[in-house]
């Protein structure tokens, strides 16, 4: 921790209340530096990148990287190529591509759909301990019509599973999903729910199935609001997203009609880029210490002493104390006297990267003991 030393004339006390600097860059794809926020995106095609390589998270990747971040992206699976190339502007940059995202997928299984809930339980991907989660799921079951009204229980249940498989620390976003262009050649066939009748007696014209489809979105996405609201009140490490505000325009930011093309996943990456950066950045509370006063002189000038973090192991009841201090619990148990300790970055304030620390010395401590 730094301590500033200012004289008696200087009267008053000094506050340290610096922002959270940006950590270090990756320093190559897949490679993270010690200390890197890992990043979970969890969710169906879209988060996949149906026809489109790397969908937003290449994006997010980049723009958080670029930002000065250091990002490790974590998930069940990998593969895609990790290179993208811009073909209007001949931007060219690279990206980590691990990912839990599968084409098809709905919020939990049901007849000719395998469910995103399961698919965790069976991979055990949250075992990874992300520190982001971000979670857009509900699209293929907005495309069925599928038990709309419930969707909300399902929804509840997935994301109470993934809170109660990662860090209390960690941060899971739950975001609603993109507006849909039914009457495209491409997916035309895939809404045939919504182009007749329940008793099958009654055929809609494209405009009327049309219709129907933005209002079962716009019921979906408000159902995902009231559950993330619910849930929120007894999690506090748990957010809305909206990614439906940055989709404005069907017919140009989508490919297909359902998956949107780099114009839209770029735009959805930005909005990410720009959550992910606001919680990284102001998301802990900061640690505010108070300079000690001397009376040995009447000079203003003012003198900078640095004392590095006490040696000293870590255990589970550390992680646990900061990961309180971070959700803004008033009994963490970190104090103006012994903030220091848990400092690790040596920037002043207590945030998730001190977190991510803490977590590496006791797995270090635990791996020094075995």
Known sequence: MKEKIISAAAAAAVALTQSVP???????????ESGAVKVMCIGDSITDGYGVNGSYRKFLYHGLT?????????????????????????ESFSYDDDNTGYSGYAIQSYSGRNGIYETLQETGCLSAAPDIVIVQI?????????EIDTSGERLSALITYILGNIPEGSALFVTTIPDLDPNRPDVYDWFSNYRHSADWQTQYSDDVAEANVHATVDKYNSIVRSTVAQLSQSHANLYFGDVHSVITDVETQLGDG???NNTG??????????????YLSGGGSTVTTTSAQTTTSVTTTVTETVTTVPARSYGSKDIRAVQDYVLGKQDSGITTQNCGDYDLDGNDSIDIFD???????????MNEQG
Do not use: F
């Open 22 to 32: 940006a950590p270090a860059a990756v320093s190559a794809v897949g490679q993270a």
């Open 138 to 146: 509900g699209t293929n079951d907005v495309i069925d019509c599928h």
């Open 265 to 278: 996943y770029k735009l959805m990456g930005e909005y990410w880029t720009g959550v992910i950066s606001e």
């Open 355 to 365: 977190l991510i620390l803490v977590r590496q010395r006791v797995g270090e401590s």
């Open 66 to 90: 670029e930002a000065g971040y250091s990002i490790d992206m974590v998930g069940s699976k990998t593969g895609w190529s990790t290179e993208y190339t811009d073909e209007t502007t001949g």
């Open 258 to 260: 359902v998956h949107p």
